[in-house]
């Protein structure tokens, strides 16, 4: 793993010298450093353990937003057969920061829609980020029509900052359109399932996310404002993101208890960018039981459920 976390320094220094020893070895044959090497690599592990048993909100945040997390375009090609790609709002032009088609799930015809933030620099300026613009949504409310007319479960993988804040944005009806997919989540008469895989930010996730079914990866986060927007609004001061993101409640833990999410995945120790493999094979199971949950549901009924889910949101866990 090449990109540490900042709390993640004093492991990276002891992974660093066991791999140093390794290299140093491959070098020189007559040098046996294995034993000081897998020293170093109990001292590590037991580090993780402890790392990641005390995570904070703030530093929860940090790993959502691990460069090396898979993304939507990950889950996408591992999970779903037959795959095509449907491009366009067919009002002002395709929207790369939002990716989405007709696709098999279990070999179950579904629509999948998802935020894809990019792995590099080309693609992550391609994508702006994850950061969907008003023709995202449309296109997004677009493939939800199509799933309706046809019968088709929508599966929504959510990973964003948030909706694109640009003067252009702006101009072509951000916030109206961010409002529509809502509300054409909410009229859907199929199985709707959002698993927030990264972060879900503001209203730009609540588009995608207003589901039957919402689960969460155990080191995601959902929240109205990143941690640093809040602290910068409350306090004046975006150097206080650790008090706001503690106040926020934004992990999947405290989502849950609140009703907002229905489920936690679990993540491999260290994180879903450890072990990319195991993470999308328990996205996969989750996705495969929710599904199950919803089938043979008619749609009266998934959308009275699913409005009946948002209406009833804060009335678990409130005295928490």
């Not at 996969?284 to 089938?295: I, R, T, V």
């Amino acid at each position: 793993m090449t990109n540490y976390l900042d709390f993640e320094k004093p492991l990276a220094e002891i992974e660093g010298k066991a791999e140093e020893l390794r290299a140093l070895a491959r070098q020189n044959e007559e040098m046996d450093v294995e034993t000081e090497a897998a020293a170093l690599d109990k001292k590590a592990a037991d580090m993780l353990v402890e790392l990641y048993g005390k995570l904070t909100p703030w530093r929860k945040c940090q790993v959502a937003r691990h460069p090396e997390r898979p993304h939507c375009k990950d889950y996408i090609k591992a999970l779903f057969t037959e795959y095509t790609p449907l491009a366009g709002d067919r009002n002002f032009a395709d929207d790369h920061a939002v990716m989405g088609g007709l696709a098999r799930f279990n070999d179950i015809p579904v629509v999948v829609i998802g935020h894809e933030k990019g792995d590099d620099t080309k693609s992550r300026i391609e994508r702006n980020f994850g950061m969907a613009r008003p023709e995202g949504y449309r296109k997004a409310i677009r493939l939800m029509e199509i799933a309706d007319k046809f019968g088709l479960p929508v599966i929504t993988l959510v990973d964003t900052p948030g909706a694109y804040p640009g003067k252009g944005a702006e101009e072509r009806g951000q916030s109206e359109a961010i409002a529509r997919s809502t509300e054409k989540c909410l009229q859907i008469g199929v199985p709707l399932i959002s698993i927030v895989i990264g972060e879900g930010g503001s209203g730009g996730a609540v588009a995608f996310a207003t589901a039957n079914r919402v689960a969460m990866l155990e080191h995601s986060v959902y929240s109205v404002i990143s941690p640093e927007g809040c602290a910068s609004i409350l306090w004046k001061d975006s150097e206080k993101m650790r008090e706001a993101a503690e106040a926020l409640r934004l992990t999947a833990e405290d989502l849950t208890a609140l009703g907002v999410a229905d489920k936690t995945i679990p993540e491999p120790l260290g994180g879903a960018h450890r072990d990319k493999d195991t993470t999308i094979q328990s996205v996969s199971e989750a996705l495969a039981a929710m599904l199950k949950e919803l089938s043979g549901k008619d749609g009266q009924t998934l959308i009275k459920e699913r409005r009946s889910k948002f209406l009833n949101i804060g009335s678990k866990g409130l005295a928490a």
